[in-house]
């Protein structure tokens, strides 16, 4: 078993990385590497349909004759993609919603995470407390849904991505890799062939879902990649709000995260996406470990008048590469993009936003706040184009950078196509260093310096946090600060 | 002197204006007053011919002469002027070069000699003194820069120089402290003659204190919904527009 | 690969193409199947030069050739500084200026060519310390013109360098400057303006590079496209670990006046010292229509109050023009093209 033992004593002393710890769960493992039988073997052991299957093998084709992009402001090693494991399950088999036969081990991971498994864990609250159903992705697999029988009742598919495409592959069929083609980038095109779980959500015409949903993505397994693939539909006129967290072990050798995350709004339809992205970042003074957390994340906006609005707190990973973008297809379509960024440590990121306006009177705002400190390097690159049909089309951009310290480094790296005389696009960046002057004033009334310091950074982050759900918003203030802690001094 | 009949416009996809009428003789001042939201600033935008403003049906003329059929610049040279509300900064334009550009386009629209150099100072010192305005903030760029009682009284100053026979005025009391607003009063009685008339938009009665109209209109729901002597302005400041906005 | 090279060997394979993350917008090798012969030496007489009038020295380099400017410690001089192009050939020139300790330098760059000539212009500036240099650049393409600028300067501390490049495009064009900063209260000003129709391209690509302390960067350029024409902005500031105290600006502004003009602007940040103050600040769009509307509701008609903004948005950059001489010869030459 790879799986190292660590107690629960343990994880208490670590005050950096509270997530840090690893749980010994029995696993099943594919073999090691990566060929078309490791595919094979993803597919059968998901029960999955042929033509899932011929899907992933074409994928896996077109991933071996492409090469490792190298334009990003990240440096790393060569991944050797044949040292790694592209499926790790929990072994017992686990019953759809029958959270009884889950692993209590895992149970008692979510539970030190403190995320709710258990729905009348989420209800024993306050009456009238927000509520939200949970997706618990564990490594390679969805480990339970909650709150499923509630949502089929106003027509809400909320399941794993296994489960959609067993339940429902005639939506599968029509939506899956329509926003994000399979060989539209290297990692893309990877998470295509092996991609092993991930959450499928589709919101029926007219329907506002009655809760907030989530997926909680948790690497556990050594040595293993985490490929899930995330779809979410809204229909005419529907809305929904989906949060995703996640978190890894500490472990000295690094670990490649590369999902794909589609999203596809119909006419008037809105899609409101939070991301708080909290894995393993490595080893703040050697660098040693942590995620490579390569994502690709887009949002086809189809239908007039549609709009999406992604939010993400990065503050983990040891490199992030991720760009959640909207394609403004739709008449009067709207796409926002409300980003923190913290690096800290070794930390690299590298991430941003493309606004691709296709529709006439289209509208798209951005706000990027990049907080650098330790010798870690924090790059915003973004796009915003306007083509030759988007007549109306109009951007705001606001992309603030924060250096803390000597030895950091903060980049902005906006490109901006305009190709039609009546778009107005907006851009601004300031990129300064945390002033004196305020911490002394705070400090002077009696702040101690990293309290000092927390207050600045969460008034320069405050914009994006109001974007953030409510209780979310909370507990990614307090990623912020223990992220920057040490950062001063 | 200003005749409107049967006003619709709409602004977008919004009907805002629904069958306004309203006359205002020469010599006169009429103040329109009302909720906000009523249609005041269309009324004025309509009139005056700007972009996005689209009269669905009914007219208004200026002196017997289609107003709507004209361009801006062209009703401008007929002698409409809005003072606006939120007065525009112009950067690279300084005051004096843009109100000569614009003093000197109406007059060959209007098919007399331009202005020379030292008539147009001469008058724009003289005025400028009236106004009490530093004659050295004129050869800065238009409004940037400048306070929001300053836009206002730049304002006054373009109505002085370029002389207009029929004046908007939008909320330019909005933004004043009382000094700005006795100096921006002067200058607007100042201009009251015979052959002029003026609309006073505003959502207060206390512009009314220092430029008295001759009649008071409510608008609300996009029509004229009552109107009277300068004692209706009193009365709408005590008891609000609940009345009027039910009544429409 | 670059494009002097590419004269050289008349290998199209040496030029730039849009694959190039720094040609990504200025694509010659898609745009050139086969590079024309060599330009052939020029005998007739020149049409006098847009900066005549006001220089002391002349420099003329009618298809290709070098030139060197050399100006000696504590002096001060005004250079008129020629890059003609006569024919449909292809060639290269290479400048250098060298000021020493305390000199002064006007410079006043012109880029005249007359057909569809591609063309490649080297500069190198020193400037030592205490120096100033003004340099004023004029380019005035042939709409059939590929023409390329690239100058490398060197500050040295204490020293002023000042820069205003005015062009209204060739059939592909890209002015380029790198300059490396040393800091020590040196200063650099990176203006541009580019007026362009038809389906004229330019592109201004600048890279600051500070490597010391208190150093300062002020860049403002503006554009205005027309027709099909397409403007394209490079800016880069780069600010080295250790370089504290560096404040830069950076401004682009551009305004698209046709439905199928194009602009494409990319304002870069790279910085790796804490201790700065670094802004850009980016607009791309139509003319304001509020201000259109203003100056129209005061009489002005709709033609008269375009170009009158127009002069104006254009202005505020040849404004901070510091010889007055040629501040005056640059408006002009803006004037006569936007009252069209």
């Known amino acids: 078993m790879a799986a190292v033992k660590q107690t629960v004593d343990q994880v208490a002393s670590l005050e950096k990385y509270k997530h840090g710890f690893v749980s010994d769960i029995e696993q099943d493992f594919a073999p090691k590497g990566l060929n078309a039988d490791i595919v094979r073997f993803i597919s059968a052991k998901k029960n999955e349909p042929e033509w899932m299957l011929a899907w992933r093998l074409d994928a896996f084709e077109r991933w071996l004759a492409m090469d490792e992009p190298d334009w990003a402001k990240v440096n790393f090693p060569r991944i050797d993609y044949q040292d790694s494991y592209y499926y790790a399950a929990p072994k017992e088999k686990v019953g759809i919603g029958s959270l009884d036969e889950v692993d209590p081990e895992i149970l008692e991971v979510y539970k030190k995470l403190g995320i709710p498994l258990r729905e009348q864990e989420v209800l024993a609250g306050v009456v009238g407390a927000p509520r939200y159903a949970v997706d618990a992705v564990f490594d390679s697999v969805s480990v339970v849904t909650t709150f499923k029988k509630e949502l089929a009742q106003v027509g809400v598919i909320f399941c794993s991505m296994s ?10 069929k029509q939506y899956l890799g329509t926003v994000v083609p399979v060989s539209d980038n290297y990692f893309a095109c990877l998470n295509a062939a092996v991609f092993s779980d991930g959450s499928f959500v589709y919101v029926p015409p007219g329907v506002r879902c009655p809760m907030e949903l989530s997926t909680y993505f948790r690497i556990n397994a050594e040595n293993s990649g985490q490929f899930e693939r995330t779809l979410i539909i809204a229909d005419k006129a529907s809305y929904v709000s989906y949060l995703e967290g996640c978190t890894a072990p500490m472990r000295d050798e690094n670990q490649l995260h590369a999902a794909v995350v589609e999203l596809v709004t119909m006419d008037d339809a809105e899609i409101k996406y939070s991301t708080v992205q909290n894995w393993y970042p490595g080893d703040p003074v050697t660098g040693k470990g942590g995620i490579y957390n390569f994502v690709t994340k887009r949002a ?141 004033y705070a400090m002077q009334r009696g702040l101690s310096q990293e309290e000092a310091v927390q207050l600045l950074v969460n008034g320069f982050v405050k914009e994006v946090l109001q974007e953030l759900p409510m209780e979310f918003a909370v507990e990614a203030q307090k990623l912020v600060a223990i992220s920057l802690e040490g950062s001063v001094g | 002197m200003l005749s409107v009949s049967n006003l619709h416009a709409t602004v977008g996809e919004a009907q805002i204006l629904k069958g306004l ?183 207060y009665q206390r512009l009314l204190d220092y430029i008295k109209p001759d009649r008071v209109h409510v608008l609300a729901g996009g029509r004229i919904v009552a109107s009277g002597g300068p004692e209706l302005a009193l009365e709408l400041e005590r008891d609000g527009y609940d009345r009027y906005a039910k009544a429409a | 690969m670059s494009v002097a090279a590419a004269i050289r060997t008349r290998d199209v394979g040496e030029l730039p193409s849009r694959r190039d993350e720094d040609w990504r917008w200025t694509d010659l090798r898609g745009l050139i199947r086969v590079l024309p012969a060599p ?95 003004e340099r004023i650049v004029l380019a005035e393409d042939h709409e059939d013109a590929v023409s390329v600028s690239q100058a490398e300067v060197r500050l040295s501390p204490t020293s002023d360098f000042g820069q205003t490049i005015v062009t209204s495009g060739a059939r592909r064009q890209r002015i380029e400057t790198r300059a490396s900063h040393p800091g020590g209260r040196a200063s650099a000003r990176m203006d541009g303006v580019y007026l362009l129709a038809g389906k004229r391209h330019a592109d201004h690509t600048t890279v600051v590079t500070h490597d010391g302390v208190d150093g300062t960067t002020n860049q403002l350029i503006k554009g205005v496209a027309r027709d099909q024409a397409r403007g394209v902005f490079q800016g880069k500031i780069v600010v080295s670990e250790g370089a504290d105290r560096t404040d830069a600006r950076m401004g682009h502004h551009a305004l698209i006046l046709s439905d199928r003009a194009e602009v494409d602007a990319k304002p870069e940040l790279e910085i790796y010292a804490d201790d700065v103050s670094c802004a850009h600040g980016n607009t791309v769009g139509a003319m304001d229509e509020e201000a259109l509307f203003y100056a129209r509701q005061r009489g002005i008609p709709e033609a008269e109050a375009r170009a009158m903004l127009t002069e104006a948005f254009i202005g505020q950059v040849i404004d901070r023009i510091w010889f007055e001489d040629a501040r005056r010869v640059v408006r002009n030459w803006a004037a006569e093209r936007l009252r069209v």
């Open chain 1, 300 to 440: 086809d906006c189809r239908g007039d008048r549609s709009k999406v609005s992604w939010t993400q707190v990065e503050t983990g990973s040891s490199i992030t590469w991720k760009y959640p973008s909207c394609i403004l297809r739709g008449e009067g379509s709207s796409g926002e993009f409300y980003s923190i960024a913290i690096t800290n440590g070794r930390q690299q990121a590298d991430t941003g936003t493309k606004m691709i306006h296709l529709g006439a009177n289209t509208r798209s705002r951005i706000i990027s706040k990049g907080i650098s400190a330790g010798r870690s390097s924090n790059t915003y690159r973004g796009l915003v184009s306007a083509h030759p049909k988007a007549k109306g089309a109009r951007n705001f951009t606001q992309c603030d950078s924060l250096l803390i310290g000597k030895h950091c480094a903060a980049h902005t790296v906006p490109y901006i196509e305009a190709r039609n005389g009546q778009a107005k696009f907006e851009h601004e960046a300031t990129t300064t260093r945390l002033s004196e002057d305020q911490l002394f």
């Open chain 1, 163 to 172: 489960e959609a495409i067993r339940e429902h592959p005639e939506l599968v």
């Open chain 3, 39 to 133: 330009s052939e030496s020029f005998a007739g007489t020149l049409a006098a030069g847009p900066f005549d009038r006001l220089a002391i020295d002349h420099h003329v380099l009618v298809n290709g050739g070098d030139a060197r400017i050399d100006v000696a410690a504590g002096k001060k001089t005004l250079a008129a500084l020629r890059l003609v192009s006569r024919g449909a050939g292809a060639h290269a020139s290479r400048v250098t200026i060298n000021l020493a300790a305390g000199a002064r330098l006007r410079l006043l760059e012109s880029y005249e060519s007359d057909g569809a000539s591609v063309c490649q212009t080297a500069l190198t500036i020193t400037l030592a310390e205490g120096a100033a240099l």
């Open chain 2, 21 to 203: 009428t309203l006359e205002v003789p020469a010599g006169e001042v009429h103040a329109i007053m009302g909720p906000n939201g009523a249609g005041k600033s269309t009324l004025s935008y309509v009139l005056t011919g700007r972009q996005g403003y689209e009269v669905t049906e009914g007219g208004a003329t200026l002196d017997g002469e289609d107003l709507l059929a004209l361009e801006p610049n062209e009703r401008a040279a007929k002698g409409l002027f809005l003072s606006f509300q939120y007065p525009l900064e112009i950067p690279g334009v300084p005051a004096l070069t843009f109100i000569r550009t614009a003093l000197n386009a109406q007059r060959k629209a209007r098919s007399e000699k331009e202005i020379t150099a030292p008539e147009f100072l001469k008058l724009a010192r003289q005025k400028a003194a009236e106004l009490k305005i530093d004659f050295e903030m004129l050869k800065r760029a238009l409004n940037v820069g400048f306070s929001g009682g300053e836009k206002k009284r730049m304002e006054i100053f373009q109505m002085a120089m370029l002389s207009p026979r029929f004046l908007i005025l939008d909320e330019t009391d909005s933004g004043l402290d009382i000094d700005a607003l006795r100096i921006v009063s002067d200058g607007v009685n100042a201009l009251r003659s015979p052959d002029r008339a003026m609309l006073v938009i505003t959502h």
